[in-house]
Nanobody, 126 residues
């Protein structure tokens, strides 16, 4: 079982930056691929970014590529999402998720995640 707790959301002006953090419990965190999703009101959940267990492989949605950076610190059981050049359309609840398949050679698909955090609100004002 993995428990995930996000933090770092808030209100920021367009063009600004935020760093989201996700604290994970469990000894096996370092073997899991991790992802960030977001959901805006009235919209489907969007798969924003992912990072492999080794941090060698990453994925970004086209909508955030070049602006967001996912990273992890396995020694601290933490995953981060650095968000720069924020836009009003980035406003959403952001969720951290874990794919429990250990030491996977591939990044997870959006339906492969079994563990989810409670979400943190990000609001970007224009």
């Amino acid at each position: 079982q993995v428990q995930l707790v996000e933090s770092g959301g808030g209100l920021v002006q367009a063009g600004g930056s935020l760093r989201l953090s996700c604290a994970a419990s469990g000894r096996t965190f370092s073997s899991y691929a991790m992802g960030w999703f977001r959901q805006a009101p009235g919209k489907e959940r969007e798969y924003v970014a992912a990072i492999s267990w080794s941090a060698v492989n990453t994925y970004y949605a086209d909508s955030v590529n070049g602006r967001f950076t996912i990273s992890r610190d396995n020694a601290k059981n933490m995953v981060y999402l650095q968000m720069n050049s924020l836009k009003p359309e980035d406003t959403a609840v952001y969720y951290c998720a874990a794919d429990p398949a250990p030491y996977s050679l591939y990044l997870p698909g959006k339906s492969d995640y079994d563990y989810w955090g409670q979400g943190t609100q990000v609001t970007v004002s224009s």
